[in-house]
């Protein structure tokens, strides 16, 4: 998944969150805090968190700290003269 794809899941569901906004407004029930505003503050948010999130992934997979085969990896990268 790349970070196209997970930016139209975010659209995908903002769109959502306005359609509900909409329904609840069909059956007069409204919340002061749920409105365009704060649907589009959320985008923003999870818009943010996208290269956020791609890059703790790629710091846990470049870590040899976190698991033992990424120790053993390390290891024999050392032994090799790799690293």
Known sequence: MNTDKLKQYV???GGWLSAVLLFM????VKF???NEES???FEVVLM???PF???????YKNSYRLS????KQEQELK???LK
């Open 11 to 13: 659209a995908l569901f």
């Open 25 to 28: 407004g069909t059956l007069n």
């Open 32 to 34: 002061d805090w749920f």
């Open 39 to 41: 649907i589009g503050a």
């Open 48 to 50: 943010a968190s996208v």
């Open 53 to 59: 999130v791609i890059a703790i992934y790629g710091i």
């Open 68 to 71: 033992e085969k990424a120790k």
């Open 79 to 81: 032994r090799k003269g």
